[in-house]
């Protein structure tokens, strides 16, 4: 279809405002309406106080419109069903929609749940803050072993009787290292979290006493009591539990049960996801800022789609394209100092030198890598190193001394001693893979405006201009 512009003249506008009421079209593309606020919304986030290349309402006008073209495309080539699209954008809209579902009284009985679990769990008994000092013995430990552990433990309780701190003793004999530099500290435990020998003489422990020697499945232990408690009240442990739980994925638990219940509850009419289509949809009418949002992302990727396929990966792969755009703009490609486009390389023997030049001579420079370590470097003693590039000077020491003539010698590598280089120096660039990233990244930009000069074409564009005039101004 033709590109054409048409602006509406202002009696039609006014007509029109008055019939649209407080959010008028401010531009149709391809048939369909853009409404000031989706406009404003995205003018007013891409012209904020943190953006730097701020645009005139005339300039974003024309970017906007760009945009919108790439959208619309994207759309008439059903970029929209891909998988990998619907995947994306259903991530995105899940993070956005899914809290909708999570309501106070659902988290609040879910955090309740949790806390009456873990009470019955504890018990009548409660928490215990057991210190303790252990020899480890060995499940096999001989007889005479386990005598001398008994004796050293006997050894570290007469000297605790006598007076010794216990965390000190702790830190210097205990073999548990990982309670060790605490002083021998558990912390909080409740029943089941232990060894059943360990568990009962701690248990039987008042805050404040300390255990005789005994004997677990481990070694042998003194215990010392620090303190005990009942499990704090629900209103004490909220704020905790609420982190704790959250970071387990509460939240997303609960909308997941709301979704499958309204599912359910739909007789099979509704899967999951369409729940949340549903959702996103009344969520959307009532409020503005979200279905901009939500759209912002949709198209977004859109967009990002269609330019990768229609312009990002053929422009760079387009190697014909590329050498023509360099030709014809080779006089604005330039470097601050000259290259050595070649290869430095370093050899276990200097007579290698020769057969290296000899064998680079004979080749294109695309060729020369994969064939130096074909014939150097088949065994596994390698003859050779060597690094191909477009050098500056400050890339490589050899080239810099070799080459840009830098009067401090480099070190010479161990087991390859003997650098030389191999390739021509360079004052400007002399083929577009000299500047391969800024030629394909203008040339993806040439081939970008010819793709928009295509769907101006393509597409019908209407702009209204009374409309326009009005954006943040109602």
């Not at 000259?338 to 200097?350: A, F, Q």
């Not at 080749?363 to 050779?384: C, P």
Request: charge should be positive.
């Amino acid at each position: 279809m033709k590109r054409w512009l048409a602006f509406c003249c202002s009696l039609c506008v006014a007509g029109s405002l008055a019939a649209q009421g407080a959010d008028p079209v401010v531009m149709k593309i391809n048939g369909k309406g853009v409404t000031r606020s989706e406009f404003e919304y995205n003018f007013n986030k891409n012209n904020g106080d943190n953006v730097v290349d701020k645009k005139t309402l005339e300039e974003y006008v024309d970017l906007f419109v760009n945009y919108k073209l790439k959208v619309e495309a994207a759309l008439d080539a059903r970029y929209d069903t891909l998988s990998s699209f619907r995947k994306e954008f259903r991530s995105y809209r899940d993070q956005q929609i899914r809290p909708y579902f999570v309501t106070p009284g659902a988290e609040e009985a879910e955090l309740r749940k949790y806390y009456d679990k873990m009470k019955a769990s504890i018990g009548p008994d409660g928490l215990v803050y057991p210190a303790h000092i252990m020899v480890l013995m060995s499940q096999k430990a001989t007889p005479e072993e386990l005598e001398r552990g008994k004796e050293r433990i006997d050894s570290i309780y007469a000297a605790l009787q006598q007076g010794a701190d216990f965390a000190t003793l702790a830190k210097q004999c205990s073999d548990d290292r990982g309670t060790a530099s605490r002083g021998g500290e558990l912390g909080w435990i409740a029943k089941g979290q232990t060894v059943k020998g360990f568990e009962e003489k701690a248990f039987a422990l008042d805050k404040g006493e300390m255990s005789a020697p005994f004997q677990s499945p481990m070694g042998y232990h003194i215990i010392y009591m620090k303190d005990r408690k009942q499990l704090e009240s629900y209103e004490q442990l909220r704020p905790q539990l609420q982190v704790f739980l959250e970071r387990r994925g509460l939240k997303d638990r609960i909308a997941s049960m709301a979704i499958d219940s309204v599912a359910k509850a739909s007789g099979g009419e509704l899967t999951p996801d369409e729940v949340l289509d549903r959702k996103t949809q009344e969520l959307c009418a009532e409020d503005l800022q979200l279905k901009y949002l939500v759209q912002e992302y949709h198209d977004g990727l859109l967009l990002y789609e269609i330019s990768r396929r229609e312009v990002w990966d053929k422009a760079a792969a387009d190697t014909a394209g590329l050498e023509s755009y360099f030709k014809a703009h080779k006089s604005e490609y330039k470097w601050d100092g000259p290259r050595y486009k070649g290869v430095v390389y370093h050899s276990r023997d200097k007579a290698l030198q020769k057969q290296v030049r000899k064998l680079l001579k004979s080749l294109d420079d695309d060729l020369w890598i994969d064939s130096l370590r074909a014939t150097f470097n088949r065994d596994s003693v390698k003859q050779i190193r060597v690094e191909k590039n477009l050098f500056k000077k400050g890339d490589n020491a050899f080239v810099d001394h070799l080459v840009f003539k830098v009067k401090a010698e480099p070190a010479p590598l161990k087991s390859y001693p003997y650098a030389a280089v191999f390739g021509k120096k360079l004052k400007k660039p002399k083929e577009w893979t000299d500047v391969k990233g800024e030629v394909v990244s203008d040339y993806q930009a040439a081939c970008e405006e010819a793709f928009v000069r295509k769907l101006r074409d393509a597409y019908k564009v209407e702009i209204y201009e009374e409309v326009l005039n009005t954006v943040n101004k109602h």
